[in-house]
């Protein structure tokens, strides 16, 4: 009796540790997701002085694109590649500080107000 109540514990304690480090790992992206954005957001507001000095694995570069969805229009100012996007697609901010995601495979979502996050973060 004694070694079933050892066994069942123990694995309680190795399927929370899974389930915690899944969830550590999603949060650990949304954080680095929502520091792209902060650079795209100093680019945005910086850009006459821009410089490409973003610290990591993410490239900021000017992106000048239009896209056109639910009858509003983006201009695109700024678009950032990370390391974290890889085979996903990438961030833009607009000339009115509003960031779009470009996927690899097609499709531009709004990420808000209120901020959302795209497929997969």
């Known amino acids: 009796m004694k070694t079933i109540i050892v066994v069942v514990v123990l694995?309680?304690?190795?399927?929370?540790?899974?389930?915690?480090?899944?969830?550590e790992a999603r949060t650990n992206r949304r954080a680095q997701f929502i520091e792209v954005l902060?650079?795209?957001?100093?680019?945005?507001f910086d850009h006459e002085g821009y410089t490409n000095d973003f610290i990591g694995l993410t490239e900021v570069y000017p992106y000048t694109n239009r896209f056109t969805i639910d009858g509003t229009d983006?201009?695109?100012e700024f678009a950032a590649r990370s390391e974290l996007f890889?085979?996903?697609?990438?961030?833009?901010?607009?000339?009115?500080?509003?960031?779009?995601?470009?996927?690899?495979?097609?499709?531009?979502?709004p990420l808000g107000p209120?901020?959302?996050?795209?497929?997969?973060?």
Do not use: S
């Open 86 to 109: 890889r085979g996903r697609g990438f961030l833009a901010v607009t000339t009115n500080a509003a960031y779009v995601w470009i996927g690899d495979k097609g499709g531009v979502i």
């Open 114 to 121: 209120p901020l959302r996050y795209p497929p997969g973060f």
């Open 38 to 44: 902060a650079w795209l957001k100093e680019a945005h």
């Open 11 to 23: 694995g309680l304690f190795v399927l929370a540790f899974f389930a915690i480090r899944y969830y």
């Open 74 to 76: 983006y201009l695109c």
